[in-house]
């Protein structure tokens, strides 16, 4: 039998979990807003098909992960690196983070993204293996950094 604690807890769980996927309908849906009052954001299907594939993913790996622990800590780092990941992959799309977003200078950001995933499924999502992969991201992300130093 589930004590008080557990309830609260389970309680808990499910309310962050409505707020992440109810703020990422809010999010798809933010775009589609500003066209109605302005001109300056023009996105097609292509970008809404495109970002709510991403918000899936992102949203779904957290859930997973969220079923498959209780540890609190543990939860907070698997949301750090998703939003990491998710993040690069946004900014890459829509800007690039080196010059404009055709620069193929930016696929490199998939290579850490590579680096974060692979490490993570050889470490089994386990804790220490997890820490080690982590690692490894942050210091393919520091290659890419001095390696741009270097493209003119």
Same mark, same amino acid.
């Given at each position: 039998?589930?004590?008080?604690?557990?309830?609260?807890? =389970?309680?808990?769980?499910?309310?962050?979990?409505?707020?992440?996927?109810?703020?990422? &309908?809010?999010?798809?849906?933010?775009?589609?807003? %500003?066209?109605?009052?302005?001109?300056?954001?023009?996105?097609?299907? =292509?970008?809404?098909?495109?970002?709510?594939?991403?918000?899936? *993913?992102?949203? @779904?790996?957290?859930?997973?992960?969220?079923?498959?622990?209780?540890?609190?800590?543990?939860?907070?780092?698997? @949301?750090?690196?998703?939003?990491?990941?998710?993040?690069?992959?946004?900014?890459?799309?829509?800007?690039?983070?080196? @010059?404009?977003?055709?620069?193929? &200078?930016?696929?490199?950001?998939? !290579?850490?993204?590579? *680096? !974060?995933?692979?490490?993570?499924?050889?470490?089994?999502?386990?804790?220490?293996?997890?820490?080690?992969?982590?690692?490894?991201? %942050?210091? %393919?992300?520091?290659?890419?950094?001095? *390696?741009?130093?270097?493209?003119?």
């Amino acid at each position: 039998m589930a004590t008080n604690m557990e309830r609260e807890h =389970r309680r808990r769980g499910s309310t962050l979990r409505m707020l992440m996927w109810g703020g990422a &309908a809010c999010l798809l849906l933010l775009p589609a807003v %500003a066209m109605r009052f302005t001109t300056d954001v023009v996105w097609t299907a =292509r970008d809404f098909i495109t970002f709510g594939a991403m918000l899936l *993913v992102a949203c @779904g790996t957290y859930e997973l992960a969220f079923r498959m622990t209780g540890n609190t800590a543990y939860r907070a780092g698997v @949301g750090l690196a998703v939003l990491g990941a998710f993040l690069t992959v946004w900014f890459n799309l829509a800007v690039g983070v080196i @010059g404009d977003e055709h620069n193929p &200078a930016n696929l490199m950001f998939g !290579g850490v993204l590579a *680096v !974060g995933i692979v490490g993570a499924l050889l470490a089994r999502f386990q804790p220490q293996g997890m820490m080690r992969a982590l690692m490894a991201t %942050a210091i %393919a992300q520091a290659v890419v950094g001095v *390696v741009t130093l270097f493209i003119p």
